[in-house]
């Protein structure tokens, strides 16, 4: 399994961005479909979107899209989340994992995910 750590987080005025970066070892970076979810307090996590083994499939939530890209480096085994025109209710702890899929996969479940981040903190004031 890779080992994953996420970094970037921070406080931001709502409207503003941020962009996190989710650094991966010890496996075959290549091999993984990397998601991003977040928990917010008193919530359950939920998933933010996730960019395939192919660098050019992705997938979003509505709550999400249009505002948030995420892509992947391979040659620095690294995937990153930006997040433009942040709104107070994006505000969470955000979560990097790793899923091994076929070529075409985006999973969506965190439990189709087998290796996570230790998460960073996110948080918008109004």
């Known amino acids: 399994q890779v080992q994953l750590v996420e970094s970037g987080g921070g406080l931001v005025q709502a409207g503003g961005s941020l962009r996190l970066s989710c650094a991966a070892s010890g496996g075959t970076f290549l091999n993984y479909a990397m998601g991003w979810f977040r928990q917010a307090p008193g919530k359950e996590r939920e998933f933010v979107g996730a960019?395939?083994?192919?660098?050019?499939?992705?997938f979003y939530e509505d709550s999400v899209k249009g505002r948030f890209t995420i892509s992947r480096d391979n040659a620095k085994s690294t995937v990153y989340l930006q997040m433009n025109n942040l709104k107070p209710e994006d505000t969470a702890v955000y979560y990097c994992?790793?899923?091994?899929?076929?070529?075409?996969?985006?999973?969506?479940?965190?439990?189709?995910?087998?290796?996570w981040g230790q998460g960073t903190q996110v948080t918008v004031s109004s």
């Open positions: 960019v395939g083994r192919r660098s050019d499939i992705t």
């Open positions: 994992a790793a899923g091994r899929t076929g070529p075409w996969s985006i999973p969506r479940s965190g439990h189709e995910y087998d290796s």
